[in-house]
């Protein structure tokens, strides 16, 4: 559910026309709905709650670290996974505790965890035997133990799109599940690393429970293990993953994914920790832009549009569907032809859907793609020397531009010329 909805014929993100914030904003822009982040996250906690678990539930930044965005879900108690020194950094400038940060990511470089570390941050998920003995490193120097997970790859076919899956053995995240008693065993001789958990994450935007329990069990029978060998096993991270309907899929609802860890894990008497991403913030944004040009092409027609792949990535990388609607609501019973919907980039890939059927549109008016709050603006890039699109969120009758578009002359003083060119 989410709170974009016609009003009066137009667009609205809650009370607030997204006409008025073109108008006011430009385009392109993202556009956030805070009452589609707290039902969404209140709807996963309650979910959780209802099941018996004591979770604590650390949002995935790398799906929208946007500082007014993870500050929403802050204000609920949310905490925070997050995979570099950036987000970190946002995650605390969003005011969440470093009692509450997880540091998850294949490749933390020394930088990396010595700012963590200092930061005190509640665990960070290990990754490889070279990354622990450089925590144990850099934490000794500073006279502290670390608190500590092992990132398992549990050798699971989580059957998502090949870019997005991670935890089959094949794939470069976590020890692998049969080798990781023995990275623990190595992890309690170092001085500098407390080991506390077991972590998994196994890929994003699935779509059926089975993998999730069969990972789940995977970890339940490490942690008796551990456990028998004397670790005192007391967190359980299992990632993020839980998918969104993009077009029609039917991803498990929170509370089937709830009861399968209860059912799992939840006689252990460990803290459940989870970082979902795109569950809590996915439908709650759009990216708003403009139509440049309809051209007609030699066999089909082609909605040109000011917003491109650098705005919006998932379909040019992944092949995804994103809605599209206009701002203006068609009449009823308006037919709809198929167009391929492109942006202005100089590629082919620069094509957010082919051959979708839509209601006629006019150079100037308004569309939209929905469900583009997660992994949108968090992909963007300035391909083609075109500034980061803006990001506004919405609250009730108010809206806020919470990232500004860089002016051309930002983006230049970012370069220089050398010497010798001067
Ligand atoms: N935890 C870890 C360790 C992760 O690697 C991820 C996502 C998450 C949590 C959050 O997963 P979520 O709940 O959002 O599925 N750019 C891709 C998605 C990449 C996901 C990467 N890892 C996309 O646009 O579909």
Known sequence: MDHFDYRNGVLHAEDVSIADIARRVGTPFYCYSTATLVRHYTVFTEALRAAGLDATVCYALKAN????????????????????????????????????????????????????????????????????ERLSEVASLRGVRMPIALRVNPDVDAGTHEKITTGKKENKFGIEWTRAHEVYRRARDLPGVEVVGVACHIGSQLTDIRPFRDAFLRVRDLVAILRADGFDIRRI?????LGVPYEGETPPPPSDYARAIADTLGDLGCRIMLEPGRLLVGN?????????????????????LDGAMNDLMRPALYDAHHAIQPVVQPAAGTPLSPVDVVGPVCETGDTFARQRPLAPVRPGDLVVFRTAG???????????????????????????????????EDMLALESLPDWLS
């Open 65 to 132: 670290p946007n500082v007014a965005v993870v500050r929403t879900l802050a204000g609920l108690g949310a905490g925070a996974d997050v995979v570099s020194e950036g987000e970190l950094r946002q995650a605390l400038a969003a005011g969440i505790p470093p009692a509450r940060i997880v540091f998850s990511g294949v490749g933390k470089t020394r930088r990396e965890l010595e700012f963590a570390v200092a930061k005190g941050i509640m665990q960070i998920n290990v990754e490889s035997e070279p990354e622990l």
């Open 237 to 241: 991270d299992l990632g993020g993953g």
């Open 284 to 304: 709650a944004g759009i990216l708003v832009s403009r139509v440049t040009y309809v051209k007609e092409g030699a066999t089909r027609t082609f909605v040109i």
């Open 374 to 408: 997660a992994y949108g603006a968090a992909m963007a890039s300035t391909y083609n020397s075109r500034p980061l699109v803006p990001e506004v969120l919405v609250n009730g009758d108010r809206f806020a531009v919470v990232r500004e578009r860089p002016t051309y």
